[in-house]
C-alpha cells in the first residue's frame, strides 16, 4: 500500500494545505545543514495545528542519539526518520530510549553512477580490445590510484 509524506513544511499554509490533503505522513526536518529546516518550537506550533489523522516525522542527520530521543518523546513528532550516517548500533540504542517508529533512509549515490556508466561508455568507445577494457574496468573498480600499465 503506497503511503504519501509532504515533507518540508515549516509554515501555517504548509500545515492548512496538509490537512486539506491528507497525507498519512508530514515531515519535519531537523537536519542541520538543510534548507528546510525548522526549530523544535516551530514545529512543535505546527503539530499542535495538525490533524491528529497525519502523523509527523521528524526527520534527523548525524544528531545525537539524546537529542533525537528527547524529540521523540517530546510529543512532536510520531516517527523518526534518520538521514545521516547512524549505524546499527545507533539504532539500537536509540530503540532503548524510545518507543517511537524508526525509519533509516539510505542515500543513493546517483551522479557516482552516472559517471561510472559515463567512464565505462567512454573506455569502450576509446579502445575496442575487450581484453583491455576488462583489465582497465577492473582496475577503475578497485579504485587503484597507480594502476599498472597495459
Not at 9 to 28: C, H, K, M, S, V
Not at 94 to 119: E, N, P, Q, W
Request: net charge positive; proline share 3%; aromatic share 12%.
Amino acid at each position: 500500500m503506497t503511503k504519501i509524506k509532504f515533507c518540508g513544511l515549516r509554515r501555517t499554509e504548509d500545515i492548512i494545505a496538509a490537512n486539506e490533503l491528507r497525507p498519512d505522513y508530514i515531515g519535519f526536518v531537523f537536519a542541520p545543514n538543510s534548507k528546510r529546516r525548522i526549530t523544535w518550537e516551530n514545529a512543535a506550533r505546527l503539530k499542535a495545528a495538525l490533524n491528529p489523522g497525519i502523523l509527523a516525522v521528524g526527520v534527523f542527520a548525524d544528531e545525537s542519539i539524546t537529542t533525537v530521543a528527547q524529540a521523540a518523546t517530546a510529543g512532536t513528532i510520531d516517527i523518526i526518520q534518520l538521514h545521516g550516517t547512524e549505524d546499527e548500533n545507533y539504532i539500537a540504542a536509540l530503540r532503548k530510549m524510545t518507543d517511537k517508529k524508526i525509519i533509516k533512509a539510505f542515500v543513493f549515490f546517483i551522479k557516482f553512477f552516472i559517471f561510472f556508466i559515463k567512464l565505462i561508455i567512454f573506455i569502450r568507445k576509446k579502445w575496442h580490445n575487450e581484453s583491455r577494457n576488462h583489465r582497465i574496468l577492473y582496475q577503475i573498480c578497485r579504485c587503484e590510484t597507480n594502476p599498472r600499465p597495459l
